[in-house]
């Protein structure tokens, strides 16, 4: 289904930068300045570059941190805010039926 989505407004790029080119030769060379990433200048593809080994160990690395710095500034905050009666949750009693 995200496949069939996605064809459509490709396709139609493709067609756009397709009509670009014929009308106006320079572009080409603008489209191949974009492509150089991907292909050698005979128009050989080139490999594919090394994945990071462990790169699913960063992530969890990185996001543990940030999680564990954000809550502990938040809890700081919210206690800076009810400490100086700038923020004080409500008791409600309603809780207790």
Same mark, same amino acid.
């Given at each position: =289904?995200? *496949? &069939?989505?996605?064809?459509?407004?490709? &396709?139609?790029?493709?067609?756009?930068?397709?009509?670009?080119? !014929?009308?106006?030769?320079? #572009?080409?060379?603008?489209?191949?300045?974009? =492509? @150089? @990433? *991907?292909?050698?200048? @005979? %128009? !050989?593809? /080139?490999? /594919?570059?090394?994945? =990071?080994?462990?790169?699913?160990?960063?992530?969890?690395?990185? *996001?543990?941190? %940030?999680?564990?710095?954000?809550?502990?500034? @938040? /809890? #700081?905050?919210? #206690?800076?805010?009810?400490? #100086?009666?700038?923020? *004080?949750?409500?008791?409600?009693?309603?809780?207790?039926?």
């Amino acid at each position: =289904m995200i *496949v &069939s989505r996605l064809a459509f407004p490709i &396709s139609h790029a493709l067609q756009r930068v397709t009509r670009r080119v !014929a009308e106006h030769p320079h #572009n080409l060379r603008i489209l191949q300045r974009h =492509m @150089s @990433s *991907v292909y050698f200048r @005979s %128009g !050989a593809i /080139k490999p /594919k570059p090394e994945e =990071m080994p462990f790169g699913l160990l960063a992530i969890f690395c990185a *996001v543990i941190p %940030g999680l564990f710095v954000g809550a502990t500034i @938040s /809890k #700081n905050v919210a #206690n800076f805010l009810e400490e #100086n009666d700038l923020f *004080v949750p409500a008791d409600d009693d309603d809780d207790e039926d």
